[in-house]
Structure formats: C-alpha cells, structure tokens
C-alpha cells in the first residue's frame, strides 16, 4: 500500500506570509478559505496596462513593465483559480491579443518591446517574432474551457489546430504543456455558450495520443523525479489527475512524483525553482507563485 507524502501547511504559510507578493498571498488565502476572490482580483489589476495587456513583473523573469503574451497567461490562470474569467479584464486582454496576433492567428512567445529591460536571458525576440503555439495555444485553451467569447479566439483555435496536424518539429516541454492545456480546454469547453462542445471529440483524442507519443519519443518529461536541473514533471503536463496527458503516465510514476513534489518543500516552508532568475526578487516572487502552485496539484491528486 502506499503511503502518501503530504507537504507542511504550516510552514508554507509562514513562507507566503513572509515572503511572497501580495498576489500571491491573496491567492493562498483563497486556497486555504481565508480569502475571497476580490482581493485576488483587485490585486492582479494593478499588474494590468492601459492597453488591456499584462505586464509589471506578473511573469518575474520579465521585469517590463509593458505587455507581454505570457504575463497575459499567467494572469488568465490566476482569474481561472477564482473562478473569475468572466471579469471585464479579460475582454480588454483578448483585445490586446488582437493587436498584437500575426497573419497566422497565434501570438509570439515575446514582443520586441521586451528587449529594452531586465530579463531571464531566454527572453529574446526578433523584430518581427512568429506566433507561438506557447502561449497562444495555453491561452486559447483557458478561453473556451470556460466558455468565453471573443472575436481573437477563433483564428487563435485553428492557428493551435494547424499546428497539432503538422509536423510538431519544435514541440519540447513548454509546448507540450501549452498543446495539452489548449486540448483539455477543447475538451472541457463550451464554445458561443450555446452547448457546442470546444471541438471534435475525436479530434481531440487523436491529436491527445499524437502530442502523448511526441512526449514518449522525445523524453520531454523526467519520469524518475529524482533528476536534477530545469525539468519537467508529468504533473506540468497533467496537474490534475483528469487531465488528458495523466493516461500518458502510470500510476506509480505520477505516485512518486507527487511525493516528490510534496517532499520538495524546503526548510523555509517554500518551494524551490529549477532555473537562474534575474534578480533575488524575481527568485522570491516566482517561489510564492509555485508554492501556492504546488498545494493546488497536491490537493487536485488529493494529497491535501
């Protein structure tokens, strides 16, 4: 019988209480009970442009204070946690989507504009960057999974849905997270509000086994938990035990590693990162947001 890890409650909340952004203190609040969804959201404004874009270090290895793609994602998946994709910030964020989509109706992994700030070093972009399956694909997964509306989400669904029928040559881990996201949304989504499955059934198991054979063949994940360096577990392609890539993963390996993810808390109560951040603060920010991210994949696999 296995024995299940669980992580310290206690110690996690000293550590956001401490440490964390304000955002994410709110977020764990919500986690735990003790707080609403209002704070959360009134907080995420302010990392919110005049432009309907996210910028302001949501995502910490991005110190710019203008609008990026990914920002944008992060705070998606924030207003998905409290159940708040129906505010009026994410009107305004598809709108900024229109303006910065390519012919191809995806958008760039990062604007030009990042250029001109402290950033993680992996953060570059030509002067005219491509659309991107990450984050266009995360992104338009989140939209129809809850049943939004909005003029960007189509061209950006078949921009994603020609990129899963094609080759898939540059599809490594953030993608495949992206890709998954894109197809759990299509699964689980309504798309017009009018009871119209996100998309084809079938379509979306096919391309599901497809992209899992990818993650086999290429050993996008570490399935023994114990590997070092800036990997990726089956939980960041499966952080909730319905998720479609979860099938691609036995039993025992998903097991081991949420021990593992419940035993990396550190003595601080906080988890770690598996990269170099820019700066101290960014290191902190970034440990308040996969701390709250942890806890919220443990109890998903009931764990808490």
Same mark, same amino acid.
């Given at each position: 019988?296995?024995?299940?890890?669980?992580?310290?409650?206690?110690?996690?909340?000293?550590?956001?209480?401490?440490?964390?952004?304000?955002?994410?203190?709110?977020?764990?609040?919500?986690?735990?009970?003790?707080?609403?969804?209002?704070?959360?959201?009134?907080?995420?404004?302010?990392?919110?442009?005049?432009?309907?874009?996210?910028?302001?270090?949501?995502?910490?290895?991005?110190?710019?204070?203008?609008?990026?793609?990914?920002?944008?994602?992060?705070?998606?998946?924030?207003?998905?946690?409290?159940?708040?994709?129906?505010?009026?910030?994410?009107?305004?964020?598809?709108?900024?989507?229109?303006?910065?989509?390519?012919?191809?109706?995806?958008?760039?992994?990062?604007?030009?504009?990042?250029?001109?700030?402290?950033?993680a070093p992996w953060w570059q972009s030509d002067d005219e960057?491509?659309?991107?399956?990450?984050?266009?694909?995360?992104?338009?997964?989140?939209?129809?999974?809850?049943?939004?509306?909005?003029?960007?989400?189509?061209?950006?669904?078949?921009?994603?849905?020609?990129?899963?029928?094609? &080759? /898939?040559?540059?599809?490594?881990?953030?993608? *495949?997270? %992206?890709?998954?996201? #894109?197809? $759990?949304?299509?699964? !689980?989504?309504?798309?017009?509000?009018?009871?119209?499955?996100?998309?084809?059934?079938?379509?979306?198991?096919?391309?599901?086994?497809?992209?899992?054979?990818?993650?086999?063949?290429?050993?996008?994940?570490?399935?023994?938990?114990?590997?070092?360096?800036?990997?990726?577990? &089956? /939980?960041?392609?499966?952080?909730?035990?319905? *998720?479609? %890539?979860?099938?691609? #993963?036995? $039993?025992?390996?998903? !097991?081991?590693?949420?021990?593992?993810?419940?035993?990396?808390?550190?003595?601080?109560?906080?988890?770690?990162?598996?990269?170099?951040?820019?700066?101290?603060?960014?290191?902190?920010?970034?440990?308040?947001?996969?701390?709250?991210?942890?806890?919220?994949?443990?109890?998903?696999?009931?764990?808490?």
């Open positions: 019988m296995h024995t299940a890890s669980a992580p310290d409650l206690d110690a996690v909340a000293e550590f956001v209480w401490r440490n964390a952004r304000l955002l994410d203190r709110h977020r764990f609040a919500f986690f735990t009970g003790a707080g609403g969804a209002e704070p959360v959201i009134a907080t995420l404004r302010a990392y919110a442009n005049a432009d309907g874009g996210f910028g302001n270090g949501l995502e910490p290895d991005i110190r710019a204070p203008l609008s990026q793609p990914q920002p944008l994602e992060l705070a998606l998946h924030v207003l998905d946690e409290v159940d708040a994709l129906d505010d009026p910030l994410v009107t305004r964020a598809c709108d900024w989507l229109a303006g910065v989509t390519t012919t191809d109706g995806g958008v760039p992994f990062v604007l030009p504009s990042v250029r001109d700030w402290p950033r960057p491509p659309a991107s399956v990450n984050p266009t694909a995360a992104i338009a997964g989140l939209l129809t999974r809850n049943g939004v509306t909005h003029t960007w989400l189509a061209g950006a669904t078949e921009f994603v849905w020609r990129a899963l029928d094609g &080759p /898939l040559d540059a599809v490594g881990g953030y993608e *495949a997270i %992206a890709l998954y996201a #894109f197809l $759990d949304g299509m699964r !689980d989504g309504v798309r017009g509000g009018d009871g119209v499955r996100g998309g084809d059934a079938a379509r979306v198991e096919a391309a599901a086994a497809r992209l899992g054979q990818i993650v086999r063949e290429r050993e996008l994940v570490a399935l023994d938990p114990a590997t070092t360096g800036h990997v990726f577990s &089956p /939980l960041a392609l499966a952080p909730r035990p319905d *998720a479609l %890539a979860r099938r691609e #993963f036995a $039993d025992d390996v998903i !097991d081991a590693h949420l021990d593992a993810l419940a035993a990396g808390q550190e003595a601080d109560g906080g988890w770690p990162i598996g990269w170099e951040p820019p700066s101290v603060a960014a290191e902190l920010e970034w440990r308040g947001w996969i701390s709250v991210g942890a806890l919220r994949t443990l109890r998903a696999y009931g764990r808490i």
